[in-house]
């Protein structure tokens, strides 16, 4: 066995070829099984494991820098790195990340948690040795779903214009998260499919060297290459940018890998490397079906009984009730059509469905489009990417005044994925927008309810937020209300939204406090302000960011209305939440029901 807590780049440029093929499968077995413990992105890490093995037999980490986007096919890089044993703990608690990051290992050159960012990340590195005089070579390496991102575009734009070596990986495995879409997806097919300049240039070169003639010959015919090629290829876009382009080639040929990055390294100009790998290398299920193998959950404990639907399920199938009724209702996804419950959607109105690719600031200024032709677009979108998407917001949605409806998946903490992935953050940037209506509903009976009204009581920009997970059933026919109290003694109140909702009112009862649940979080409801000043003792808690957040601007309406009692605020300060599941990072904060008895119980004690 090769692979072992031994293993680093040094050891692997010493192996023979057929003891690099069998790393390659010491490593996808490795990864199989720890994966399958910890949670993780499976199959993209799988389609990867020659190219991590090929990039650290060619180049020499960290002096050379390798600049992964997004970072879910870097699990093999990061077990080749020095992080075999601390494998085990990838996306766990004081354990290592699921992405690259720099403070991690000096092997890792840059965070990349969010994609399409790996090209203008490898560029500013790039100009920076240069400054320095470091001639060590950089290597970017992108998906070809992060290549939908309009941001890569503008890093290949940048990049052209340099006069060095600068390398840019395209990891072509015709999947993101979601089967790929538009032009770039049907560009690259095609790219793919032409193989006739590829066989031409082979048959020639082979015949031509066969004697002295002919070799002499094709040195004279050099110049005529170009002119050839774009004969029977028809040029591409990539050598039109100004980039050299080698490919495509299999990206799972560990030999034909090695080599091309051998050429590629030697160039002194941008260049282009096109590899076809298959996604789920190695392991049949992933390879069958890539899109369910894109990210695993860890394992857990087998419970008995039917499970609810998540979140995203309810959404999904209750916008496709309301879609039978109304054809002005289209439903946008930036690559995420399973992920986000939209595929119920998608099956039935696939005319009013789009998927656009990873591209948020598209999706929403498209989704303004629509929405000035009397459609109703909504944006279903993690949490977490629609803040790539803030000026597109502001700018070409809330001045215009257009009615669009933001579906945020995975607000709030989501355990394993870490601080790239956390929903923490979407709250304070809306509120901060003019004329924004946030819902927030604690369960499923609320989340429906939340999504009519902000189809059809709001004008302007309408979210509904709502977290990862199994949507907790509504155990009460009143759903549809902005505002609940909970009368449970009235020694202080309790504020609060969103999922934690149960945890505070199981904290409300057993220390007889008052509950304030919001689910019209923003704009504030007038008669919140009525019932909370009725107390000298309140306490919010908040499943998101202090700062911007609902609890500041409550805190500082009451106080204009000259409230003067004892106000706490509990949320998430000053600092990123690191990984670890779920309960545990509410735990941490005071969000789950021992927490919010702890803090409430310290302000009802004092005097």
């Known amino acids: 066995m090769i692979l072992s807590s031994k293993i680093s780049a040094d050891i692997i440029k010493k192996l023979t070829l057929a003891e690099k093929e069998q790393l390659c499968s010491e490593l996808r077995a490795y990864i199989i099984e720890v994966v399958y413990g910890t949670g993780g992105h499976l199959a993209s890490s799988l389609g990867a494991v020659e190219l991590c093995v090929a990039l650290h037999s060619v180049f020499s980490t960290p002096e050379d820098k390798i600049i992964f986007d997004v970072g879910h096919q870097a699990y093999a890089h990061k077990i080749i790195t020095g992080r075999y044993e601390d494998f085990c703990s990838l996306r766990s608690e004081n354990g290592i990340s699921g992405f690259p990051r720099p403070d991690e290992s000096v092997h890792d050159a840059f965070i990349a948690g969010h994609a399409s960012t790996s090209i203008s990340a490898a560029l500013g590195i790039a100009k920076a040795m240069e400054i320095k005089g470091d001639e060590h070579h950089v290597v970017s390496v992108i998906g070809d779903g992060a290549l939908t991102g309009g941001e ?21 495995n015709e999947m993101s998260i979601s089967k790929n879409s538009g032009a770039v997806a049907s560009y690259l097919s095609q790219m793919r499919s032409s193989t006739k300049y590829f066989e031409t240039k082979k048959r020639v070169k082979e015949a031509l060297s066969k004697s002295a003639i002919g070799r002499e ?65 190695g392991y049949l299920p992933a390879e069958q079906n890539s899109g369910e193998y894109h990210g695993i959950a860890k394992r857990k404990a087998i419970r008995g009984g039917e499970k609810n639907d998540t979140y995203s399920e309810v959404m999904g199938k209750y916008l496709t009730e309301l879609a039978a009724e109304d054809e002005r209702i289209c439903a946008v996804t930036a690559a995420m059509k399973y992920a986000t419950g939209l595929q119920h959607f998608a099956k039935i109105y696939r005319p009013r469905f789009f998927d656009v690719g990873i591209a948020e600031e598209h999706a929403v200024t498209f989704a303004g489009g629509l929405a000035s032709q009397g459609l109703i677009p909504v944006f279903g979108v993690y949490s977490t990417f629609l803040q790539r998407s803030y000026d597109q917001i502001l700018h070409d949605l809330a001045i215009e005044g257009e009615h669009v409806v933001f579906a945020i998946d995975r607000a709030g903490m989501v355990g394993e994925d870490g601080e790239t992935h956390q929903g923490l953050f979407d709250v304070s940037m809306l509120t901060s927008i003019p004329k924004t209506v946030i819902y927030s509903p604690s369960n499923d009976g609320e989340l429906r309810a939340s999504m009519k009204k902000a189809l059809y009581n709001c004008n302007g920009i309408a979210a509904v937020r709502y977290p990862k997970g199994e949507a907790v059933k509504c155990r009460s026919e009143e759903s549809g209300y902005d505002v609940y109290f909970y009368d449970c003694g009235g020694r202080a109140l309790i504020i609060t939204y969103g999922r934690i909702t149960q945890y505070a009112l199981e904290a409300a009862k057993k220390l007889r406090a008052d509950l304030l649940q919001m689910v019209k979080i923003y704009p504030i409801v007038e008669k919140t302000f ?27 309406k009451l106080l204009e209305r000259g409230w003067s009692g004892r106000y706490k605020i509990n949320a998430v300060s000053d600092h990123f939440v690191a990984y670890s599941d779920t309960e545990k990072q509410l735990s941490d904060h005071n969000l789950d029901t021992a927490g919010m008895i702890k803090v409430t119980g310290e302000l009802i004690e004092q005097t």
Request: hydrophobic share 40%; glycine share 8%; aromatic share 10%.
């Open 152 to 172: 890569a575009y503008e890093g290949l734009n940048n990049a052209s214009k340099l006069k060095r070596n600068f390398i840019v990986i395209l990891n072509d």
């Open 530 to 556: 009525d019932i909370a000043e009725k107390y000298d003792r309140i306490v919010f808690f908040e499943e998101g960011i202090r700062s911007g957040g609902i609890a500041e601007k409550f805190s500082a």
């Open 217 to 281: 010959l094709s040195k004279s015919v050099s110049g005529t290459k170009e002119l050839v090629k774009f004969a029977i290829f028809q040029s591409n876009i990539f050598e039109n940018l100004g980039y050299k382009y080698l490919g495509p080639i299999n990206g799972n040929d560990l030999k034909e890998l090695i080599d091309v990055l051998n050429v590629a390294k030697r160039l002194n100009e941008p260049c282009i490397v096109h590899i076809k790998t298959k996604k789920g290398k």
